[in-house]
């Protein structure tokens, strides 16, 4: 099992940038592969970002390639995400997620059994 806890959260003004790190305790993180998702007001979860165990392959939603980062630290069990030229559609509550699948990123939420209790990222126009 993994324990999930996401921080880094905040209100931030169109055009800055957010790092959210995603702590694993339990089950060393490198035993996972990893990923970020998101809901926005009056929206279904959607996929933003995943990486797989040892940080060789990532995958991006459109929307945001170029823009946000995933990278993972197994030493210290944390993943993250690093988000620039933020605009308000990101605004959402950002949710980091554990699967088994480890040899190439996952994009969907049924792929993942573990979850965090996510964090809130508020982007002022």
């Known amino acids: 099992q993994v324990q999930l806890v996401e921080s880094g959260g905040g209100l931030v003004q169109a055009g800055g940038s957010l790092r959210l790190p995603c702590a694993a305790s339990g089950r060393t993180s490198s035993s996972y592969g990893m990923g970020w998702f998101r809901q926005g007001p009056g929206k279904e979860r959607e996929f933003v970002a995943a990486?797989?165990?040892?940080?060789?392959?990532?995958i991006y939603v459109d929307s945001v390639k170029g823009r946000f980062t995933i990278s993972r630290d197994n030493a210290k069990n944390t993943v993250y995400l690093q988000m620039n030229s933020l605009k308000p559609e990101d605004t959402a509550i950002y949710y980091c997620?554990?699967?088994?699948?480890?040899?190439?990123?996952?994009?969907?939420?049924?792929?993942?059994?573990?979850w965090g209790q996510g964090t809130q990222v508020t982007v002022s126009s």
């Open positions: 990486i797989n165990w040892n940080g060789g392959r990532t």
């Open positions: 997620a554990a699967t088994s699948f480890r040899l190439a990123p996952r994009t969907k939420p049924n792929e993942y059994g573990h």
